[in-house]
């Protein structure tokens, strides 16, 4: 059975999100990516594409990854697995992987990751579940994905759906597309923000995709306060008061930090004790 598209209508194309790519500088010896025009993230550059041991960078002030329609042929339960294939199923070998991020740049584990897809002739498996699976990414927010090259069949272009839910969150609904396909300027559902980066490997391929999830995650709290306080926070220096290492006050209109933590003296105004404040 195929999947039909004439209940499917989809948004216009919008920019490639900054935070869905990742955008990394592509090293002189990275693998040449299939046409598509993405830049390749971090761990597609270096020696054999292996993934580093940590996360690629991340900006944040991007827009989480846009959800697209379920379809007609999504069907619940699926296997808890990584791969979909077995050594002989037919089809151009395909592995996807990737991180799942929150809106502070920030990976999320446990979260449920459910693919389904055509097989290599374009056609859904609605009496079992091949080509369907579900998984749940790691610890540093990673997930692997081993299929085939999604088939073709009239209406739609090549795609992987995908269903992605945050432990007691709600559950985005999407599609991954493939570079370089003739069909994904005619598809109605097509988005270049949901492109993956695809490259070949072998007699296969090997795709890259970061999903961003609307989860609020709290900022790295060695991130710099976005605007410096206009008013140092210990206000004016006053004899009897506990300052604390970092502490700024106003002594005859000068700012001071404090820069070992004491109970205040009369006769410990900053400007006569620099072991314990500085100007600034």
């Known amino acids: 059975m195929t999947e039909s598209s004439s209940s499917e209508a989809g948004p216009p194309g919008r920019p490639i999100s900054r935070k869905n790519l990742l955008r990394a500088a592509v090293a002189a010896s990275a693998a040449p990516l299939i046409a598509g025009g993405g830049i390749a993230l971090a761990r597609d550059t270096g020696t054999g594409g292996a993934p580093p041991a940590l996360t690629p960078a991340c900006d944040d002030g991007d827009d989480p990854t846009p959800d697209q329609m379920e379809g007609p042929y999504f069907k619940p339960d699926s296997p808890l697995r990584t791969s979909l294939v077995t050594s002989g199923t037919p089809g151009t070998p395909l592995t996807v992987s990737g991180y799942v991020f929150g809106?502070?740049?920030?990976?999320?584990?446990?979260?449920?990751?459910?693919?389904?897809?055509?097989?290599?002739?374009?056609?859904?498996?609605?009496?079992?579940?091949?080509?369907?699976?579900h998984q749940f990414t790691g610890a540093d927010g990673a997930f692997t994905l081993t299929t085939v090259v999604a088939g073709l069949y009239p209406g739609r272009t090549r795609h992987i759906h995908v269903k992605a839910q945050a432990p007691g969150h709600p559950v985005l609904t999407t599609q991954l597309y493939f570079p370089g396909e003739p069909r994904n300027a005619t598809d109605a559902l097509y988005d270049p923000a949901l492109l993956m980066n695809v490259r070949a490997a072998g007699s296969g391929r090997q795709g890259t995709f970061d999903f961003v999830l609307d989860v609020a995650q709290q900022p790295d709290p060695t991130d710099p306060p976005t605007d410096p306080p206009t008013e140092p926070p210990g206000g004016a220096w006053t004899a009897g008061t506990s300052y604390r290492t970092g502490d700024r006050v106003t002594h005859d209109g000068v700012s001071f930090r404090c820069l070992q933590a004491h109970s205040a003296l009369a006769g410990w105004e900053p400007p006569l004790v620099p072991a314990l404040w500085e100007r600034g």
């Open 103 to 133: 809106r502070a740049c920030e990976p999320l584990p446990g979260v449920l990751l459910d693919f389904w897809q055509a097989d290599a002739g374009g056609a859904y498996d609605m009496g079992g579940f091949a080509f369907r699976g």
